[in-house]
T-cell receptor, first 113, second 111 residues
């Protein structure tokens, strides 16, 4: 069974540019989560999809971040325009059921210069 | 903030020794889970302990949970160099799907 995959693994962009991160969850997992870890701090929740619907987006830092999950399969997280403080590692996770194990992808390391 | 806090932030031990990491959290939880992250890799699930459990074992891992103190500990016995990684505790509140992660403990096992 393939795990959660994320693309790209690394992205280096300049302030003001746009970046789109992609997450492919484990097939059949309705729940998809985005987290990020900024500058070695704690891993923080961004948002949660159940199928194609946003269940909870309380962790999204501001309106420069836009997440979609069209068709309830893969998800994208767009940052537009990127700021320096957006640098960090963005993790995606998926799960079949709530409150059980979440399977994490390897993360996308975003560097904004 | 409902995040957990791991203690210590960094731990360095010799191979073969035991490693103990602690996690404290602030609110009542449904489950508490421990994850490991090897450098540059994703998070790997280690063990889940439910709020009505006090202790759980998995191989060389032993997790305890004290809900009265809002704390958990992860014990790795007979550590190996391959155990070198960052370890995070994560809690969920039982009414939403997201996890709240601690700041992590960086474990270095010296061969």
């Amino acid at each position: 069974e393939a795990g959660v995959t994320q693309f790209p693994s690394h992205s280096v962009i300049e302030k003001g540019q746009t970046v789109t991160l992609r997450c492919d969850p484990i097939s059949g997992h309705d729940n998809l989560y985005w987290y990020r870890r900024v500058m070695g701090k704690e891993i923080k929740f961004l948002l949660h999809f159940v199928k194609e619907s946003k269940q909870d987006e309380s962790g999204m830092p501001n309106n420069r971040f836009l997440a979609e999950r069209t068709g309830g399969t893969y998800s994208t997280l767009k940052v537009q325009p990127a700021e320096l403080e957006d640098s960090g590692v963005y993790f995606c996770a998926s799960s079949q059921d709530l409150y059980n194990e979440q399977f994490f992808g390897p993360g996308t390391r975003l560097t904004v210069l | 903030s409902q995040q957990g806090e791991e203690d210590p932030q960094a731990l360095s031990i010799q191979e073969g020794e035991n490693a103990t990491m602690n996690c404290s959290y602030k609110t009542s939880i449904n489950n508490l889970q421990w994850y490991r992250q090897n450098s540059g890799r994703g998070l790997v699930h280690l063990i889940l302990i439910r709020s009505n459990e006090r202790e759980k074992h998995s191989g060389r891992l032993r997790v305890t949970l004290d809900t009265s103190k809002k704390s958990s500990s992860l014990l790795i016995t007979a550590s190996r160099a391959a155990d070198t990684a960052s370890y995070f505790c994560a809690t969920d509140l039982g009414f939403e799907g997201q996890f709240y992660f601690g700041t992590g403990t960086s474990l270095t096992v010296i061969p």
